[in-house]
């Protein structure tokens, strides 16, 4: 199954367009067309030219930029799509299928009928389909593209024979080069001596060749499908009570992480949908602060929700789901790992609990934590950033103690660069009574000016004091030598 303009169907599904259209992509330093509808082929344009040169032959072309990402997603989307047709699909390029109809075309009338249906879904759905149909991978590739339809069985040479040598997948030089040579078609090159063609090109070409014709194996490979993180009870008699419901999440979860485990994965993101017999859902989701597949830990954290949920004249089936997945490998769990600093996952399963717990009333947003930031000005060196969403980081590694309380810088009456014997501050007077310091803080100079209503004193140089005063409060001061004046940014304890 090729679909020759598979990017540019995929954008005018959503969006027609009347007349000449293209998807442009960025190569080489320049635009070049991607992708065309038929308006715009009709017009002469063709792919990889540059859209300033496609511009001027067409002055009324439309263009998008193209997103090859979203078309890998879409051509997967056809991929499950076209299970309907046999259970071995596999993605030829990034616009192709290529399937395994062997002992499945009778279900759908026969082949030539199979493949009438594929173009007529294809065409309702706004695609352009060509399909072609072989004993081999090859054969089948190379009639799609150039010759649609049906090789009869053990007739594949004669079917071949007319098409161009392009048709058996060679790269473009390649091919240009085997046209000089006379060439032109399959049926050439199958003729010719096969010696001195493997000295001049290699092996490619014959092997593409081999393949085409069913004398080396090229056999269709589906791909793996992704794990489905789901499961289901349908219940012979609806139930309304709390407890049950609970029971029914116990059971839904242990399945459910049987799954988890075996992909070596933990889920983030929970929703519980149960299923009333009015047929209304209610849907309780639970976010997690950490990867978790451990059934008695995530049980205790829906309860809450279910008691909330309304089961109105009862309740007769439960889905459970996990909605968002992440990594989490199995682990050693004891001594080797608290050895090495990991701990044994018994405090940090406690501090995830109880994000969880917290989380699921107030938001999981709304627990942060701090983390260092590259920086060596005081209010600078640290962010704050989500705790269930960020790893904790041991990385605070201070040149020199730092107090526990840290303020914006606030003035106190001092003269002179010297610490001050006697000061006021916060309408406190306050004696010296030891110093420690000075310790030379220079601005970042590279970065913009921190805003803020103390600004004047980020512009320059710091020198930073601890003050041990004989009332008993140890503070951190510094003074700006390019604007003398005192400020205390912190207190120890």
Same mark, same amino acid.
């Given at each position: 199954?090729?679909?020759?303009?598979?990017?540019?169907?995929?954008?005018?599904?959503?969006?027609?367009?009347?007349?000449?259209?293209?998807?442009?992509?960025?190569?080489?330093?320049?635009?070049?067309?991607?992708?065309?509808?038929?308006?715009?082929?009709?017009?002469?344009?063709?792919?990889?030219?540059?859209?300033?040169?496609?511009?001027?032959?067409?002055?009324?072309?439309?263009?998008?930029?193209?997103?090859?990402?979203?078309?890998?997603?879409?051509?997967?989307?056809?991929?499950?799509?076209?299970?309907?047709?046999?259970?071995?699909?596999?993605?030829?390029?990034?616009?192709?299928?290529?399937?395994?109809?062997?002992?499945?075309?009778?279900l759908?009338?026969?082949?030539?009928?199979?493949?009438?249906?594929?173009?007529?879904? =294809?065409? @309702? %759905?706004? /695609? &352009?389909? !060509?399909c *072609?149909?072989?004993?081999?991978?090859?054969?089948?590739? +190379? #009639?799609?593209?150039?010759?649609?339809?049906?090789?009869?069985?053990?007739?594949?040479?004669?079917?071949l024979?007319?098409?161009?040598?392009?048709?058996?997948?060679?790269?473009?030089?390649?091919?240009?080069?085997?046209?000089?040579?006379?060439?032109?078609?399959?049926?050439?090159?199958?003729? =010719?001596? @096969? %010696?001195? /063609? &493997?000295? !001049?090109? *290699?092996?490619?070409?014959?092997?593409?060749?081999?393949? +085409? #014709?069913?004398?080396?194996?090229?056999?269709?490979?589906?791909?793996?499908e992704?794990?489905?993180?789901?499961?289901?009870?349908?219940?012979?008699?609806p139930?309304?009570?709390?407890?049950d419901?609970?029971?029914?999440?116990?059971?839904?979860?242990?399945?459910?992480?049987?799954?988890?485990a075996?992909?070596?994965?933990?889920?983030?993101?929970?929703?519980?949908?149960?299923?009333?017999?009015?047929?209304?859902?209610?849907?309780?989701?639970?976010?997690?602060?950490?990867?978790?597949?451990?059934?008695?830990r995530?049980?205790?954290?829906?309860?809450?929700?279910?008691e909330?949920?309304?089961?109105?004249?009862?309740?007769?089936?439960?889905?459970?789901?996990?909605?968002?997945?992440?990594?989490?490998?199995?682990?050693?769990?004891?001594?080797?790992?608290?050895?090495?600093?990991?701990?044994?996952?018994?405090?940090?399963?406690?501090?995830?609990?109880?994000v969880?717990?917290?989380?699921?009333?107030?938001?999981?947003?709304?627990?942060?934590?701090?983390?260092?930031?590259?920086?060596?000005?005081?209010?600078?060196?640290?962010?704050?950033?989500?705790?269930?969403?960020?790893?904790?980081?041991?990385?605070?590694?201070?040149?020199?103690?730092?107090?526990?309380?840290?303020?914006?810088?606030?003035?106190?009456?001092?003269?002179?660069?010297?610490?001050?014997?006697?000061?006021?501050?916060?309408?406190?007077?306050?004696e010296?009574?030891?110093?420690?310091?000075?310790?030379?803080?220079?601005?970042?100079?590279?970065?913009?000016?921190?805003?803020?209503?103390?600004?004047?004193?980020?512009?320059?140089?710091?020198?930073?004091?601890?003050?041990?005063?004989?009332?008993?409060?140890?503070?951190?001061?510094?003074?700006?030598?390019?604007?003398?004046?005192?400020?205390?940014?912190?207190?120890?304890?």
């Amino acid at each position: 199954m090729w679909f020759p303009r598979l990017a540019s169907d995929r954008v005018l599904r959503a969006r027609p367009v009347d007349g000449p259209f293209a998807l442009t992509l960025r190569q080489a330093n320049a635009e070049r067309l991607h992708c065309l509808n038929a308006a715009a082929e009709a017009e002469g344009l063709h792919r990889a030219m540059a859209l300033a040169d496609a511009r001027a032959f067409c002055p009324g072309l439309l263009s998008a930029p193209a997103d090859p990402a979203r078309e890998a997603r879409f051509l997967e989307t056809l991929r499950r799509w076209a299970l309907r047709y046999c259970p071995w699909v596999g993605v030829d390029g990034p616009d192709g299928l290529v399937l395994d109809v062997s002992g499945a075309s009778h279900l759908h009338g026969g082949e030539a009928a199979m493949m009438r249906d594929m173009e007529t879904r =294809a065409a @309702r %759905a706004g /695609l &352009a389909l !060509r399909c *072609g149909l072989a004993d081999t991978r090859g054969a089948a590739w +190379a #009639l799609a593209r150039h010759a649609p339809g049906i090789a009869p069985s053990g007739e594949t040479r004669a079917a071949l024979g007319p098409l161009p040598i392009a048709a058996l997948r060679l790269d473009a030089g390649t091919v240009i080069a085997l046209q000089r040579l006379g060439l032109r078609h399959i049926v050439d090159l199958a003729a =010719a001596p @096969r %010696a001195p /063609l &493997a000295r !001049r090109f *290699g092996r490619e070409a014959l092997a593409r060749l081999d393949q +085409a #014709l069913g004398h080396l194996p090229e056999p269709v490979t589906p791909r793996k499908e992704p794990p489905h993180y789901a499961t289901r009870l349908s219940l012979p008699e609806p139930i309304g009570r709390s407890e049950d419901v609970m029971e029914g999440t116990a059971r839904l979860l242990a399945r459910l992480c049987e799954t988890l485990a075996k992909h070596e994965t933990g889920a983030r993101r929970l929703e519980l949908a149960l299923r009333r017999t009015d047929g209304d859902d209610q849907r309780v989701e639970l976010r997690l602060a950490a990867p978790m597949r451990d059934p008695a830990r995530i049980l205790p954290l829906f309860a809450r929700g279910i008691e909330a949920a309304d089961a109105g004249f009862g309740i007769d089936q439960l889905r459970l789901e996990a909605t968002q997945v992440d990594a989490l490998p199995a682990r050693q769990i004891g001594g080797p790992q608290r050895i090495a600093g990991q701990g044994d996952g018994a405090g940090s399963f406690g501090i995830d609990d109880l994000v969880t717990r917290i989380g699921s009333r107030i938001g999981l947003d709304n627990i942060q934590r701090y983390l260092p930031a590259d920086s060596h000005l005081p209010e600078c060196a640290f962010n704050v950033a989500p705790a269930a969403f960020s790893p904790p980081d041991s990385g605070w590694a201070p040149p020199r103690p730092r107090p526990l309380r840290l303020f914006p810088p606030e003035p106190v009456t001092a003269d002179g660069p010297a610490p001050p014997n006697r000061f006021k501050w916060r309408a406190m007077p306050l004696e010296t009574l030891a110093t420690n310091g000075p310790e030379r803080i220079a601005p970042e100079w590279w970065l913009p000016e921190n805003p803020g209503p103390a600004a004047t004193c980020h512009r320059g140089a710091r020198d930073y004091w601890q003050v041990q005063t004989r009332q008993g409060r140890r503070l951190w001061l510094f003074h700006t030598p390019q604007l003398p004046a005192w400020f205390v940014q912190g207190e120890f304890p």
